[in-house]
C-alpha cells in the first residue's frame, strides 16, 4: 500500500432493500482478506439489509464498513462509496452480482506486484461475465482484442474495438484519486448511470492495465431489474436523459489521441443506438417522432459529438426513421440480445 492508502482496493456495494442477494456478493468478495475494503452502502433500504450488514460489520470488522444514506439512487449510492473509500483502487459492484474470488485475488496479488514496482494505474480492466437466468452458456466479454494484456500501457497502445464492444461499470477498476479528482458526478434518482461511470473518467486515464481473465459476474433475471426489456421501455426517458448527459460531457476536438477519440466516439454511438432500438421497439408513431427528436436535438445541441459519431457506418442505418432501417434495427437488436443475453 502507499502513505495514503490501507487498502489496496475499496469494493463499494450500493444496496437498495437487498436482503435477498447481498451475502452471496459479501461471501464472494470476503476470501480476498485485509487488503480489501468493502463498503456497503445502505441507499436507504426498508428491509434487513441493515441487518445483515451490521452482522458482517461485526465479523469482520478490519474489512466491512457500512454506511446509511437517504435513498438517491444508484449512481448517488457510488459517488457515496467514492467519498467513504480509503483504498488505493476503487471498484463497484451490485448487490446481487458476485464476484469470482480466485480471479480477484489473482488481481490484487499482481497489483500488489506492480505497486512494488511504483506502477499505479487510473484503470485496470477485467473481462466480466452475463449471468442470465436460464442460459446454459455464459456469454464472457472480453478485451484482449483490443488491450495489451497483463503488461502497463496507454490509449495509444490499445487497437480499435468493434463497434458493440465497450468498457461497463462491470470491467473497470480506478485508481480513486484520479477518479475523485476528474470531477466525475452521477444523477440522482437516475437509471442506467453506469455508462456515464465508465465514460466520463476516460480522457484522464493515463495509464491502463488489463487483466485477461473474468472478475465480475453479471446477474440477469430479475422482473425488477433496470435491464430487464419492459423496465428499459418504462423507463426510456431515463436513456435519453443518460445518453444527452454523455454527449454533452466532453468536447472530443479538445483530445488528440486517435485511439481514445475513436473509442468515446463509439461509446456514444452505442447509447445512441441502445435508445433508437427501443423507440423502433416500442413502435408506433409516437415513439418513431420521439426517435426522430432525439437524433435531431443530438444534430443541433451536442454537434462536436454528433460530427464524431457520424461518420460510424452503422449509425447511417441507426439515425433513419423508415421501415427498412427500422426492421434492420429490430433484427439487430435480436441478434444482439441472443449474443449478449443483456437482458
Known sequence: MTEKND????????????????RKALDSLLPAGERLEIIIVDDGSTDETATIAAEYVSAYPNIVRY?????????????????????LYFRVLDSDDWVNTENLIRMLDRLEEELAKKNVFDMVVTNFVYEKVGCKRKKEVRF????PVEKPFTWSDMKDFNIGQYLLMHSITYCLEMLRNCGLRLPKHTFYVDNLYAYYPLPYVKKIFYFDFDIYHYFIGRADQSVNEQQLYRRIDQQVLVANTMFGMHDLDKFTDKHLIRYM???????????SALYVRMGGKENLKAKKEFWERMETRYRSSYRHIRSIPLIWIIRRNNPI???????GYAVARRIYHFN
Open 265 to 275: 466516439s463509439q461509446y456514444m454511438a452505442v447509447l445512441a443506438t441502445i435508445v
Open 325 to 331: 432501417t427500422n426492421v434492420l434495427i429490430r433484427a
Open 67 to 87: 454506511v446509511y444514506k437517504e435513498n438517491g439512487g444508484h449512481g448517488d449510492a457510488v459517488m457515496y462509496g467514492v467519498s467513504q473509500a480509503t483504498g
Open 144 to 147: 484482449s482484442s483490443g488491450f
Open 7 to 22: 487498502k489496496l482496493l475499496s469494493v463499494a456495494i450500493p444496496c437498495y432493500n437487498s436482503q435477498a442477494y447481498v
